[in-house]
Antibody, heavy 122, light 111 residues
Framework: LLQESGPGLVKSSETLSLICSVS??????????WAWLRQSPERGLEWLGS???????YYNPSLKSRLTVSVDTSRNEFSVRLRSVTAADSAVYYC????????????????WGQGKLVTVLS | QSVLTQPPSASGTPGQRVSISCSGS????????VSWYQHVPGAAPKLLIY???QRPSGVPDRFSGSKSDTSASLAISGLQSADEADYYC????????????FGGGTKLTVL
């Protein structure tokens, strides 16, 4: 259903960019948000941000200044850009479907991609 | 932002019942519903429980969730070797502008 793609190596101070391709479901469906998360041994699982097909976003306040999540409904995909990366941004990055956001009730991530390992080179 | 607190490990023998706890605060577990995820390294994380105690279609009823005040629990009955995985709780946190919080994860070993 969801598949992450993009460079596995990024140089320190540069921008990390990943794409999530969604298959078997339309990203245009007006029920879900679409999310980026990451996991590292040091920081555990961390939510980055979520986007609605219309472009509305909500971000983790701790990353908001460096983060952009965007959506391309014509390609049925959404993407993440994280600027000025450091070694602390090395992680497995996941995309996921974020349900329950519009109602604010029973929020959850109900489908996830397999993850993309991104290493920041110092 | 602090994470939700889970025990780092849990174990049981086949057929046993195990429980994993998740402790938070009023701004997260105390005010919002909890979800639980199963993660086998190398695979996509899987939603097990949402809305504190709801199972998605396809999740066996051996898995159950509960919540009381600022703590939640995941119980697995009839433990199977296939249940060996990492388990994470999550909840929305209303403080500091709002954000999703996750537990540190519990590694379940089936002996």
């Amino acid at each position: 259903l969801l598949q992450e793609s993009g460079p596995g190596l990024v140089k320190s101070s540069e921008t990390l960019s990943l794409i999530c391709s969604v298959s078997g479901a339309s990203i245009n469906r007006n029920t879900y948000y679409w999310a980026w998360l990451r996991q590292s041994p040091e920081r555990g699982l961390e939510w980055l941000g979520s986007i609605y097909y219309g472009g509305s976003t909500y971000y983790n306040p701790s990353l908001k200044s460096r983060l952009t999540v965007s959506v391309d409904t014509s390609r049925n995909e959404f993407s993440v850009r994280l600027r000025s990366v450091t070694a602390a941004d090395s992680a497995v990055y996941y995309c996921a479907r974020n349900a329950g956001v519009l109602t604010g009730y029973q929020r959850r991530f109900d489908y996830w991609g397999q993850g993309k390992l991104v290493t920041v080179l110092s | 932002q602090s994470v939700l607190t889970q025990p780092p490990s849990a174990s049981g023998t086949p057929g046993q019942r195990v429980s994993i706890s998740c402790s938070g605060s009023l701004s997260n577990v105390g005010s919002n519903t909890v979800s639980w995820y199963q993660h086998v390294p190398g695979a996509a994380p899987k939603l097990l429980i949402y809305g504190n105690d709801q199972r998605p279609s396809g999740v066996p009823d051996r898995f159950s969730g509960s919540k009381s005040d600022t703590s939640a629990s995941l119980a697995i009955s009839g433990l199977q070797s296939a249940d060996e995985a990492d388990y994470y709780c999550a909840a929305w946190d209303d403080s500091l502008g709002g954000a999703w919080l996750f537990g540190g994860g519990t590694k379940l070993t089936v002996l």
